[in-house]
């Protein structure tokens, strides 16, 4: 816009001088805000992709998982035996102890194998068993010839209260099982897996029986699919040694069988191994064509 004055001259008006000397400085400014407003749009347009594609959980494991077997390592039992050995060298025959791990296939939430086993050849005859009856009865008298170091009603819920638990093993008879109850014993016993109860077989009539089987015997349960147990000394031979197995393996089936109806299991590696040796899958077999003579395996 030109504006002509009464003297001739021209003046230059206000839009003229809007474009020629501030729009150069606004269009930096145009730019960044077009640039900012496409990032914008960039961003939203990769949170709808996002959106659109949402990540597919993992179903969790039923079951346990198991290794595959078909080409593992395994070992006879003497050679097993042969190599725990050389890990025990200098321990004392009654110190170390052989360990049983059966893995299971089953599920994580069900049912769990819980049995206890009196073996042919003794692991820990060691033992010391509370029983819980009427003090100077004939109940604790045939408990006392049976091997048990602790028995009475009073004085041993006392000597528990004070923190004195000198047994590994707690027997309780049937009559005296509301007495129990009244001590109020459970939640120091119970942590410990010692508080009597009908559930495990150590409220009974017969005393006598319930600790001659326990002299001896071995408890085993299942955790995490897999189950436990001692099952000989260092110096056991192999011959102690594999009818020991056998009969915790038969044991063992006989618990999963009683189990088949509520779920399956299933047997799936059985490892030998020691208090200070790594474990040995077994394959069945007690020996093979190289495995020294058991005469050897039973001098330690």
Same mark, same amino acid.
């Given at each position: ?14 839009? *003229? ?60 039992? *003497? ?53 819980? *009856?009427?003090?100077?009865? $004939? ?38 099982? $509301? ?24 409220? #009974? ?21 897999? #189950?436990?147990?001692? #099952? ?38 059985? #490892? ?29």
């Amino acid at each position: 816009m030109v504006v002509i004055t009464s003297h001739g001259a021209t003046q230059v008006g206000i839009p *003229c001088l809007y474009r020629s000397q501030v729009l150069p400085f606004l269009a930096p400014l145009t730019t960044i805000r077009r640039a900012s407003g496409l990032s914008k749009s960039l961003k939203n347009s990769k949170n709808s992709k996002t959106r659109e594609a949402p990540t597919k959980k993992t179903k969790a494991r039923t079951e346990f998982k198991r290794d595959d077997l078909k080409n593992a390592m395994q070992f006879s039992l *003497c050679d097993a035996m042969r190599y725990i050995r050389a890990f025990e060298v200098g321990r004392q025959p009654t110190s170390s102890k052989y360990e049983l791990h059966v893995s299971l296939k089953s599920l994580k939430n069900g049912p769990v194998v819980r049995n206890r086993l009196r073996l042919s050849n003794p692991v820990d005859t060691s033992q010391r068993i509370c029983v819980i *009856c009427p003090p100077g009865s $004939q109940i604790a008298a045939a408990a006392i010839r049976a091997g048990a170091s602790l028995v009475g009603e009073e004085t041993v819920f006392d000597a528990v209260k004070e923190g004195r638990i000198e047994f590994k093993r707690c027997i309780c008879h049937a009559d005296s099982l $509301q007495k129990l109850s009244k001590a109020n014993l459970g939640r120091i016993l119970g942590p410990k897996g010692l508080m009597p109860s009908t559930k495990t077989g150590t409220v #009974v009539k017969d005393v006598a029986t319930s600790v001659r089987n326990m002299i001896g015997g071995s408890e085993y349960r299942e955790r995490l699919g897999v #189950v436990r147990m001692a #099952v000989g000394q260092l110096g056991f031979t192999p011959e102690q040694m594999q009818q020991n197995i056998k009969e915790f393996m038969g044991g063992l089936k006989k618990d999963i069988a009683l189990l088949s109806e509520k779920i399956s299991k299933e047997i799936h590696e059985v #490892v030998l191994s020691s208090t200070n040796s790594p474990g040995f899958p077994l394959n069945g077999d007690f020996k093979s064509p190289t495995s020294v003579s058991t005469r050897e395996l039973a001098i330690v």
